[in-house]
């Protein structure tokens, strides 16, 4: 009794759980529990309108985005003669009879896409791993800094060193591919000899385009399994397990949706990439799964003729190009999170 007669007078008095008083205050300047809350729900107040004003301007963004897109490309596809899914000649945007259409631009983006996206995932979960589970402390940081200086590195360098190092150093590998592995549809000869002589491939640009998005897909996976719990890991050490198991039960499924996230940021970077598949692959290909042949993906294209905007015709017709590229990315990042979300759940 005398030990909750205590407790009650402390509360009335300010003691835990109000604020304190300072004695060498008057008693009208004396802080309140109600002052307290007040100023909670104000900071309350400002961080959720700060929090949803973020988030609708990001969306008024992209939906002023996406009307520019189809404001100035559907009058040019109104002007199509040719089926703007199917149609695969040359592009034709001059006169009062347009031609053009996506097909092979659609399957150049999506193909070196895939190939940086197969080449980089693993790569990363290992790094991810081995950092986060395996390696000593004092190699952690450097690691770590290497793999994060890749993203730091320009576009038109990766394009660059891939068209004069990597592609030459490629060529003896093609050659080899053709000639013993030429039965299989992935590396026949090729429609264009100079892409074999230089090493400007979709297998090329695959490669630097798996560089390019490997620090992306490698940090976000390292942070999330940075942070699976320690009451898991422990449990499943008191189990008996070993290293490796204790990430296969344990670090792996508590970081699988943030890794699939990560590398759906990868793919992101690939599919819109410009520069470095420019100097590397900037000619028309086929539409096969031969990688010794080059191509155009919908960012290339754009660049390559951005200089020849010389009319609404003309430009909407390009455009159009853009706008199947942003809705392409938009239907891949839906898809990521509804694989994150099932997984989730």
């Known amino acids: 009794m005398t030990s909750l007669s205590q407790n009650q007078g402390e509360h009335a008095e300010g003691g835990p759980l109000g604020a304190a008083p ?4 008057p008693p009208e300047a004396q802080p309140s529990e109600l002052t307290t809350a007040k100023h909670s729900r104000l900071g309350d107040q400002i961080f959720r309108t700060l929090s949803v004003g973020s988030g609708v301007l990001v969306s008024i963004v992209i939906a002023l985005i996406a009307i520019f897109l189809l404001a100035q490309a559907i009058p040019s596809l109104a002007k199509n003669t040719a089926n703007f899914f199917t149609y695969q000649g040359e592009w034709i945007t001059t006169g009062t009879e347009l031609k053009f259409g996506i097909p092979q631009l659609f399957y150049a983006t999506v193909v070196v896409s895939v190939i940086a996206l197969v080449l980089a995932m693993p790569v990363a979960l290992g790094i991810s791993i081995f950092v986060t589970e395996y390696a000593p402390k004092r190699f952690v940081g450097p690691i770590t800094y290497t793999v994060d200086l890749l993203a730091a590195i320009p576009s038109i360098v990766y394009g660059l060193w891939g068209i004069l190092v990597l592609g030459p150093a490629l060529v003896p590998v093609n050659n080899w591919l053709v000639g013993n592995l030429g039965f299989l549809p992935f590396f026949q000869e090729p429609s264009q000899v100079a892409n074999m002589s230089t090493g400007g491939t979709m297998l090329t640009a695959g490669i630097v385009l798996a560089i390019m998005i490997l620090p992306i897909i490698t940090a976000v996976t390292r942070e999330v399994f940075m942070q699976t719990p320690t ?3 422990e449990a499943a050490l008191a189990l008996g397990a070993t290293k490796w198991e204790v990430v296969k039960v344990s670090v792996l499924p508590f970081g699988f949706s943030g890794y699939i996230s990560g590398g759906m940021l990868g793919l992101g970077r690939a599919l819109g990439e410009t520069m470095a598949l420019l100097l590397i692959i900037s000619t028309a290909g086929p539409i ?10 919908f960012a ?8 020849e905007f010389d009319s609404p015709s003309k430009t909407g017709a390009y455009i159009s190009a853009g706008l199947t590229l942003f809705v392409l990315t938009f239907v891949v990042n839906a898809a990521a999170r509804a694989v994150v979300a099932r997984r989730k759940k």
């Open 22 to 25: 300072s004695p060498d205050l």
């Open 231 to 233: 009451a898991h890991r």
């Open 288 to 297: 096969d799964f031969n990688l010794m042949e080059s191509g155009e993906t």
């Open 300 to 307: 290339t294209k754009i660049a390559n003729n951005a200089a």
